[in-house]
């Protein structure tokens, strides 16, 4: 800051108007002003005068190829800021302003460079935040603010989070109580024929898809959008620096399969510990604190928690995930967890925060749970796949089993089956039980048929199924978990193993002596892939 002013940044509380008319006046004679909106705070200043913009690049040591989004308070404000509003972004605008949307329009003459970063566009909002649309409507002019954040740091969700950062540099931070949203607006393109989503956000492309139908448009065959050219600056913020980094390491926990959420803390948690990267910083929801609390009951100095409420609902940690990163960060956690949520609606927008919060050294990191699940499935459920759930927990019951990168923590493996076309409650066939009894000494007379479920399928590690016809139905039904759903003989191929075959006869209706064949084959195959299978997973 050598060279520059030095403000004594004064908190302005919105029921003090004569400190709030001080700090709108600032803003019309070219300052920056730390001011609140419904989504996080921002950092604003005149977006006509380019002086005032470059302030906004200087406190937050931002790259000044990053766009700015000009802020108004009125709908009757925007026609004058941009040259073309095309039919899409009328839509868009009349169904979700005010709120957490950014609508990018070719700019006009009254926007400069240094705010849209030299693009021919520029990004419109209309907070629906009751404190900011008083202010930019007592400065008198429209607000170009990015995040009131350091460039980089997680964004801020509260005052006290822009006094931190914005400090000195600043002459004003408005007051305006926690932000309701938490996550920065959904920017999306309107120049072309059908939005493009260039920042995922609180209003998802189902509901503007929602509001063009409802406005009599239809989704064109051929999209016409924008393509960015080599060296273009990014056409909305977020796009091209990472962001939302604490000063140390982010890891992302799982993928959104929230029945295995305690093992995936558990095993974080064991971890760090081991290897002395405490105090480990969770993200997380109740009642997987309560579990860890009690978990680690001797060790709770060496853990720092943050609440955000219901472990499964991605409003309430969307909600609070900036503000939770910055504490976790502030209570000096030498690594931070945080749980994945499906990538869809809101959950798309939060993983794109969080994604950008991990570093790109840590972005994805490889998790190698103790516990593990494995499924296996072939039609019925009465003899193949009971058959294979048997002889594997033979198999695993012959030694005892460590974790390859911390030898003091035992592995476990849960040997499950399904049926993909299985009715529930049907008992195994006799000789699936007299074999997996006196040949592999495994009780399954009580187990009955399970039909293949979602509830079932999301909490596996690994689907082995008994053919390729099984593996192929159940990706296309679970797509997003293609990548653990393997037949024998692609569990083969997949390890190099050609000498082996991976067809598995099915023994139903025949005598005793094939269902035995049949046993030798499933356990002939299992005996080659498991050590493949355990490297995999870390484990011995």
């Known amino acids: 800051m050598t060279g520059e002013t030095v403000w004594d940044t004064k908190l302005v509380n919105i029921d003090n108007e004569v400190d709030f008319a001080a700090a709108a006046r600032a803003l019309a004679e070219g300052e920056v002003v730390g001011m609140p909106t419904e989504t996080v705070y921002g950092l604003g200043c005149d977006a006509r005068n380019p002086e005032a913009v470059a302030k906004i690049y200087k406190a937050k040591g931002r790259p000044s190829d990053n766009p700015l989004i000009v802020h108004v308070a009125d709908k009757a404000s925007i026609p004058e800021l941009v040259s073309d509003i095309t039919p899409i972004a009328q839509v868009l605008m009349d169904a979700f302003m005010p709120g957490p949307i950014t609508v990018i329009m070719k700019k006009s003459s009254l926007i400069p460079d240094c705010v849209s ?134 890891h992302i926990l799982g993928c959104g399969d929230f029945d295995r959420y305690e093992e995936y803390y558990k095993e974080a948690v064991e971890r760090e510990i081991l290897d002395g990267k405490t105090p480990v910083g969770l993200f997380l929801g109740e009642p997987i604190e309560h579990e860890v609390r009690v978990l680690f009951a001797d060790k709770l100095d060496q853990i720092r928690f ?166 192929r139905y159940l990706r296309f039904k679970y797509p997003e978990m293609s990548d653990r759903i393997f037949s024998f003989k692609e569990l083969l191929d997949d390890f190099f193993i050609p000498e082996i075959d991976g067809e598995v006869t099915d023994p139903y209706g025949y005598d005793y002596q094939v269902y035995q064949e049949t046993a030798k084959q499933i356990e002939k195959i299992l005996r080659a892939v498991f050590p493949e299978i355990l490297k995999k997973w870390r484990m011995t």
């Open 306 to 471: 943050y609440n955000y409420g219901t472990f499964d609902n991605v409003e309430e940690a969307s909600h609070h995930l900036f503000d939770g990163l910055r504490l976790l960060d502030e209570e000096k956690a030498a690594v931070i967890f945080a749980p994945a949520f499906p990538e869809e609606g809101l959950g798309e927008a939060y993983m794109n925060r969080l994604k950008k919060a991990a570093s790109e050294k840590h972005e994805k990191k490889d998790v190698y749970p103790s516990f593990r699940k494995m499924l296996f499935v072939c039609t019925g459920n009465t003899c193949r796949s009971p058959l294979a759930e048997a002889i594997a927990r033979h198999i695993w019951k012959e030694e005892p089993h460590y974790m390859m990168d911390h030898p003091q923590i035992p592995a476990e493996v849960e040997f499950t089956s399904a049926g993909a076309g299985a009715s529930r409650g049907r008992e195994y066939t006799r000789y699936s039980v007299e074999i997996a009894d006196y040949e592999y000494d495994e009780d399954i007379s009580q187990e009955t048929s399970t039909p293949v479920s979602d509830r079932i399928m999301l909490q596996q590690d690994l689907v082995v199924c008994v053919t390729d016809d099984h593996s």
């Open 117 to 250: 970063a030299g693009l021919d566009t520029v990004g419109i909002r209309f907070p629906i935040h009751p404190v900011a649309q008083k202010l930019i409507r007592t400065a008198g002019v429209p607000v170009a603010a990015p995040s009131a954040n350091l460039s980089g740091s997680p964004s801020p969700t509260k005052a006290e989070h822009v006094m931190q950062d914005m400090q000195g540099r600043i002459p004003y931070v408005v007051d305006g109580g926690e932000c309701q949203v938490g996550l920065e607006s959904t920017v999306v393109d309107a120049t072309g024929n059908w939005p493009q989503i260039l920042r995922p956000g609180a209003v998802t492309m189902e509901q503007m898809e929602e509001a063009l139908h409802n406005a009599g448009m239809e989704k064109p065959e051929v999209l016409k959008q924008h393509e960015a050219q080599p060296g273009e600056a990014p056409r909305a913020p977020g796009m091209k620096y990472r962001h939302y980094a604490p000063s140390c390491e982010v």
